[in-house]
């Protein structure tokens, strides 16, 4: 409040401006929720009287895997850098045009991987059914919407993303 510098924060950012298509990424949006699809979510859950929560990744693009390789200069100021070396980048960065797509790539596979199922009539919408409980998970971009009957499931999921994303 009085002008001093509380601290110092900085994000890499990749110059994704230089990416190729076709050489560098394939696909650069993510799908996300259709607007029925969320219409009906909120119908569900006035009409069944379901708990909803909700869930923002922090820095989400940052998850994902990369399954090209992208080569990136290193920033101008880093240490020990030798002249015409540049950095492997091995997970996204912000600003590279495919990152959400890597995201979204992650977080769907382990979703799988929990026994979710994702829709073909919508590739952002996920339910988790067992004997006892039916959970279901709408994802835009790093915002995930889980909705269902037990509480308790929706919060174990939520732990399950959170450990291991």
């Given at each position: 409040?009085?002008?001093?510098i509380?601290?110092?924060?900085?994000?890499?950012?990749?110059?994704?401006?230089?990416?190729?298509?076709?050489?560098?990424?394939?696909?650069?949006?993510?799908?996300?929720?259709?607007?029925?699809?969320?219409?009906?979510?909120?119908?569900?859950?006035?009409?069944?009287?379901?708990?909803?929560?909700?869930?923002?990744?922090?820095?989400?693009?940052?998850?994902?895997?990369?399954?090209?390789?992208?080569?990136?200069?290193?920033?101008?100021?880093?240490?020990?850098?030798?002249?015409?070396?540049?950095?492997?980048?091995?997970?996204?960065?912000?600003?590279?045009?495919?990152?959400?797509?890597?995201?979204?790539?992650?977080?769907?596979s382990?979703?799988?991987?929990?026994?979710?199922?994702?829709?073909?009539?919508?590739?952002?919408?996920?339910?988790?059914?067992?004997?006892?409980?039916?959970?279901t998970?709408?994802?835009?971009?790093?915002?995930?919407?889980?909705?269902?009957?037990?509480?308790?499931?929706?919060?174990?999921i939520?732990?399950q993303?959170l450990?291991?994303?």
């Open positions: 409040m009085d002008g001093t509380e601290r110092y924060k900085a994000c890499l950012v990749v110059k994704g401006f230089t990416q190729l298509e076709g050489i560098d990424y394939l696909d650069i949006f993510p799908p996300v929720a259709k607007h029925t699809t969320i219409r009906l979510i909120l119908a569900l859950v006035a009409d069944k009287n379901l708990h909803l929560h909700q869930l923002d990744i922090d820095n989400a693009f940052l998850h994902g895997v990369l399954n090209e390789e992208v080569y990136m200069i290193p920033p101008p100021r880093l240490k020990d850098i030798k002249h015409n070396q540049v950095c492997k980048l091995t997970k996204s960065l912000y600003g590279l045009k495919h990152a959400s797509c890597q995201w979204f790539a992650k977080l769907s382990f979703l799988i991987s929990i026994n979710c199922i994702q829709f073909q009539s919508d590739h952002s919408l996920f339910v988790k059914k067992t004997h006892t409980t039916f959970t998970l709408v994802i835009y971009v790093d915002d995930i919407v889980l909705l269902g009957y037990s509480l308790k499931e929706i919060e174990n939520k732990c993303i450990s291991r994303i």
